[in-house]
Nanobody
Framework: QVQLVESGGGVVQSGGSLRVSCSCAGFERAFSTYAMGWFRQPPGKEREFVARITGNGGATYYVDSVKGRFTISRDNAKNTVSLQMNSLRPEDTAVYYC????????????????WGQGTQVTVSS
């Protein structure tokens, strides 16, 4: 059974940093063959793409609004994916979700087949 579990959310002041992580289970032997992504859902808004990393970690892709501030990474030995968030802004406040990319356009929700339950990140001004 595939399970994705996020952790590391919290409350941080504007300009601060936070790291959220995602522990993956149920596909450990194939973990390194799957690209993984992070999405977020701000209050009252649609879930939106944030970042994606290839299976071997060799390529990453970000939405323009987080480029230069966020870094996605993975540890294939530990079956984890992380998102380091620096220079946080109030508009980064959202529930952050990790998801497994099954193929297709990287920014489309329908391209991901398994999702975590999400972790809340709140940036105060």
């Amino acid at each position: 059974q595939v399970q994705l579990v996020e952790s590391g959310g919290g409350v941080v002041q504007s300009g601060g940093s936070l790291r959220v992580s995602c522990s993956c289970a149920g596909f450990e032997r194939a973990f390194s063959t799957y690209a993984m992504g992070w999405f977020r859902q701000p209050p009252g808004k649609e879930r939106e793409f944030v970042a994606r990393i290839t299976g071997n970690g060799g390529a990453t892709y970000y939405v323009d609004s987080v480029k230069g501030r966020f870094t996605i990474s993975r540890d294939n030995a530990k079956n984890t994916v992380s998102l380091q968030m620096n220079s946080l802004r109030p508009e980064d406040t959202a529930v952050y979700y990790c998801a497994r990319h099954r193929g297709g356009l990287v920014s489309w929700k329908s391209s991901y087949d398994y999702w975590g339950q999400g972790t809340q990140v709140t940036v105060s001004s």
